[in-house]
């Protein structure tokens, strides 16, 4: 099935640092969604951007829509314990029922 | 908590065998989608529902099928398991078809043996 490109696919960081990912896509969104996955659990939303170039902030996190509607990042200020997990970005086409997902980003954190 | 509730958690089946899944939707959510996601992977869409019509289907054979209730809970339902069918089943609610926006539950192991 379709998915996104997501790096990196794994991350190892001391507990303070920044963390930035991001995604890639050869067709374009009109929606970027990023979600968090905790082991036994589902994807819980972070963050949605709805148009290019948009940046939004959600406390520690900031995330933004690519100029070209075929990427997204998403960065993680002062890392803490709890932002373990796997984080997932997510497109939507205009009109399209599905999200298309990418392959997840496993955060590690060393305290 | 998104109030997205899946049934059972987990559960083991023999191939060949049949599965039923089952989600209830957040309140006010007329718009149901179903997800597998195998190990390592991220989600892969099935199928949507919406007030109890399918409005969308992925790449899945017609085995897969499901239903939507006028409560606007949903089954999904898997005949003749095959081993690759073992995965994380995970269902998402929306308030509305358009809405770019899905709540996931915590999802349904499914072992195929």
């Known amino acids: 099935g379709q998915q996104l490109n997501q790096s990196p696919q794994s991350m190892f960081i001391q507990e303070g640092e920044d963390v930035s990912m991001n995604c890639t896509s050869s067709?374009?969104?009109?929606?970027w969604l990023w979600y968090k996955q905790d082991p036994g659990e589902g994807p819980v939303l972070l963050i949605a951007?709805?148009?290019?170039?948009e940046l939004t902030s959600n406390g520690r996190l900031t995330a933004q829509f690519g100029i070209t509607r075929k990427d997204s990042f998403l960065n993680i200020s002062a890392s803490i314990p709890s932002d373990v997990g796997i984080y997932f970005c997510?497109?939507?086409?205009?009109?399209?029922?599905?999200?298309?997902f990418g392959q997840g980003t496993r955060l590690t954190i060393n305290p | 908590e998104t109030g997205v509730t899946q049934s059972p958690t987990h559960l083991i089946k023999t191939r060949g065998q049949q599965v039923t899944l089952r989600c209830s939707s957040q309140?006010?959510?007329?718009?149901v989608s179903w997800y597998q996601q195998a190990l390592g992977q991220g989600p892969q869409f099935i199928f949507q529902?919406?007030?109890?019509?399918?409005?969308g289907r992925g790449n899945f054979p017609p085995r897969f099928s499901g239903l939507q209730f006028p409560n606007y809970s949903s089954e999904l339902n898997v005949n003749a398991l095959e081993l690759d069918d073992s995965a994380l089943y995970l269902c998402?609610?929306?308030?509305?078809?358009?809405?770019?926006?899905?709540?996931f539950g915590a999802g349904t192991r499914l072992s195929v043996l």
């Open positions: 067709s374009i969104f009109n929606t």
């Open positions: 998402a609610s929306s308030p509305g078809r358009t809405t770019n926006i899905q709540y």
């Open positions: 309140s006010g959510h007329n718009t």
């Open positions: 529902y919406y007030r109890e019509e399918e409005n």
């Open positions: 951007l709805y148009k290019a170039g």
């Open positions: 997510a497109g939507q086409a205009q009109g399209a029922q599905k999200l298309v």
